[in-house]
């Protein structure tokens, strides 16, 4: 999938694994993917355990804070929250976490699935029924991508939701 992917004027929920790979304010992947999102008018959120990951607690290494600051500063990235007080945020939660599950087939257990890859779908799930908009997810992780899919169509989201490789992303974004 490409940049024509994710339509104007909607919101995008992003992984650790995609701002990783954007690096910082001085990377030219960060600056391609900046004026993206500023050109399509995009809301993206990085929702707090992703950002946890990051290394957003207090003791973490400061350039990772410095990272996201930068874009919060720069008025594209914004904290999200997951609301488990709607009901089916859980049940989003756990059939991603189940689906992953079993597309890893023996290769990992329960444990072992990272639990930001099933939270990305929970939220993406409550900003849908919210807002009432198009949500794209960027994820780095082919069986998040597809177990994230497959969970928001079982919820009745799927055409209202993308997800996309987002490392492919913003290679086609350096085109």
């Known amino acids: 999938m490409t940049e024509e992917s994710i339509p104007s004027d909607s919101v995008v929920i992003i992984d650790s694994s995609v701002l990783f790979a954007m690096g910082g304010p001085s990377n030219e992947k960060y600056q391609a993917f900046e004026r993206h999102v500023q050109r399509q008018n995009l809301t993206v959120y990085v929702p707090q355990q992703v950002a946890a990951e990051l290394g957003e607690s207090p003791d973490a290494y400061a350039y990772q804070r410095d990272r996201l600051k930068a874009a919060q500063d720069a008025g594209w990235l914004h904290p ?96």
């Open 80 to 175: 999200g929250e997951i609301d488990f007080t709607l009901a089916t945020v859980s049940d989003v939660v756990d059939k991603t976490r189940r689906r992953m599950l079993a597309l890893s087939a023996d290769d990992v257990t329960e444990d072992d699935i990272e639990k930001t890859d099933t939270i990305l779908a929970g939220v993406a799930y409550q900003y849908v029924v919210r807002k009432e908009t198009h949500v794209t997810l960027l994820v780095s992780d082919t069986i998040a991508e597809r177990a994230i899919e497959d969970a928001l169509s079982a919820v009745g989201v799927g055409d209202r939701t993308t997800v996309v490789e987002g490392r492919t992303l913003l290679r086609s974004l350096m085109d």
